[in-house]
């Protein structure tokens, strides 16, 4: 079991930015895909954002431009940036690792216990 514990959710108004951060264990940053997924109250659990082992990420459409995914193997720290939130991305936002970046469930070996974002019009 490989521990990873989000942390910097919150309440904002639409336009605005928050930035999430998942602390893990040991290498895990080294040795896996580092990914976001979002799921909201009815909705699958869908990906938000992948880091690769060599640092190259990749978005969903809906979060590009928006979103940036780091990491800081140093530090053992995977961060989301969130800027101009809108209300759909309400959601519980889990920190994921796997041994692939394909941004499915299927795919994730382990999961955070989620941090809630909610944005209000």
């Known amino acids: 079991q490989v521990p990873l514990v989000e942390s910097g959710g919150g309440s904002v108004q639409a336009g605005g930015s928050l930035r999430l951060s998942c602390a893990a264990s040991?290498?895990?940053?080294?040795?896996?895909?580092m990914e976001w997924f979002r799921q909201a109250p009815g909705k699958e659990r869908e990906g938000v954002a992948s880091?690769?082992?060599?640092?190259?990420?990749t978005y969903r459409i809906s979060v590009e431009g928006r979103f940036t995914i780091s990491k800081d193997n140093a530090k053992n720290t995977l961060y989301l940036q969130m800027n101009s939130l809108k209300p759909e991305d309400t959601a519980m936002y889990y920190c994921?690792?796997?041994?692939?970046?394909?941004?499915?469930?299927?795919?994730?070996?382990?999961w955070g216990q989620g941090t809630q974002v909610t944005v209000s019009s």
């Open positions: 880091i690769d082992l060599d640092g190259s990420a």
């Open positions: 994921a690792a796997g041994p692939l970046c394909r941004g499915l469930p299927r795919y994730v070996s382990f």
């Open positions: 040991g290498n895990t940053l080294s040795t896996h895909c």
